[in-house]
């Protein structure tokens, strides 16, 4: 027994050596990615920003086996100058140890995202939010801020966002596409209208500033049949009442948004749990749409499960044209902890995008 206690940790001390040593050169798209301490990145669903020259990659925090789909610690934020090393910069928002917080322990927090807000100094964490003991009904969405890009975040409240507004619809809508509760044409309308009262069901999700500073959740709302593209207020902790449905009745999870050469971009998944399934883009000229589906940008093997993961963020890397980084979940349910992180650039053909498999790359391929 007192063997096994001193090999352990002196294994761990080891490997961490090791691993300290051994600088992350490439990406290699589904391997086990060690932090600075030799342990695999836990940020999962995540996304990154950008700031005064670091990375900062938020993601879902996991522990092993089942249990670890739901929220036990909080949202673990990663730092890094070069994306292929990361730095441990701990837990940035800690799950509540109190059963009625709407984060209390147990509950589901998912694809938390982090923005940057100049004219507060702010940063504003967003994220979808499923109660404790209540498996995936609530569909609301949280927001958390800080003064310190790590953290720790405090959180604010938790809610389905833009209760009592109709849609915006953008110049173009075919009035085929517009609502009337008095008279919904389909389920997700259907959906729409029961919802209005209450506000909008919101589950998977991501942020994305726009060039003007202006800030923009997007998420899965009517029981996943329809995107949601919803201005946040000034401040990016509210929503404006102002927002569009996207590809409605569709069912696109896993949305996430970029922006090349003035057209807006969309990756998105289908619907089919933690199962992968083939990826979906879209493009519009305006945030609000009309959104044009394009079907799969992934091509190669595997390709229609999308490599094996679902879509959590585009990242454009900092000082490189036209370099985005597509970067999937591969999720490992009955292990959460376990779970992958697929990173892939983008390619453009004109406007057109593609993303290819490869089993390892580095930056050199956007030069
Ligand atoms: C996926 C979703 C994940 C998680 C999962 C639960 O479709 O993208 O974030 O919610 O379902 O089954």
């Known amino acids: 027994m007192k ?8 294994t761990l001390l ?8 051994s600088k992350v050169k490439n990406f290699t798209p589904g391997a086990i990615w060690p932090d600075n301490k030799g342990v695999h990145i836990n940020a999962h669903g995540g996304g990154i920003l950008f700031k005064n020259g670091t990375y900062y990659w938020f993601g879902e925090h996991k522990i092993a086996g089942g249990a670890g789909n739901k929220a036990m610690i909080g949202v673990h934020c990663y730092s890094s100058k070069d994306l292929y090393n990361w730095k441990d910069q701990g837990i940035s928002l800690s799950v509540s140890e109190d059963p009625e917080n709407d984060i209390a322990k ?39 801020i800080s003064d310190k890009v790590t953290g720790p975040y405090a959180f604010i409240k938790s809610y389905r966002p833009n209760a009592g507004f109709m849609p915006f619809y953008p110049e173009g809508t075919p009035e085929s596409d517009k609502v009337n509760c008095e008279q919904p044409k389909n389920k997700s309308e259907g959906f729409f209208c029961r919802d209005l009262p209450g506000g909008q069901m919101a589950r998977d999700m991501n942020l994305f500033v726009d060039d003007d500073g202006k800030a923009y959740h997007i998420f899965s709302a009517e029981e996943n049949f329809t995107l949601d593209v919803a201005e946040l207020n000034a401040d990016y902790t509210g ?13 696109t999870e896993a949305p996430a948004l970029f922006k090349h050469n003035g057209i807006y971009y969309m990756i998105g998944s289908g619907t089919t749990g933690w199962a992968p399934n083939p990826a979906r883009w879209f493009t519009a000229k305006s945030i609000y749409g009309p959104w044009t589906y394009h079907g799969n940008p ?3 093997k595997g390709a229609e499960i999308t490599f094996g993961g679902q879509s959590t963020y585009v990242l454009p890397v900092s000082g490189k044209k036209d370099a985005f980084i597509f970067i999937a979940d591969k999720w490992a349910p009955k292990d959460a902890i376990d779970g992958r992180y697929l990173w892939l650039p983008i390619t453009f053909k004109g406007n057109d995008i593609e993303i290819n498999w490869l089993d390892s790359w580095d930056l050199k391929i956007f030069n």
Do not use: D
């Open 239 to 251: 929503h404006t009442g102002k927002y569009s449905r996207v590809y409605a009745g569709h069912q």
């Open 298 to 300: 992934c091509i190669g």
């Open 106 to 144: 147990g509950c589901i927090l998912e694809r938390p995202k982090v923005v940057y807000n100049a004219k507060t100094k702010k940063y504003v964490m967003w994220f979808h939010l499923e109660l404790n003991g209540q498996s995936y009904k609530a569909a609301r969405t949280g927001v958390a």
């Open 3 to 10: 063997y096994f206690k001193f090999l352990l940790p002196a």
């Open 14 to 21: 080891l490997n961490s050596l090791a691993f300290a040593q």
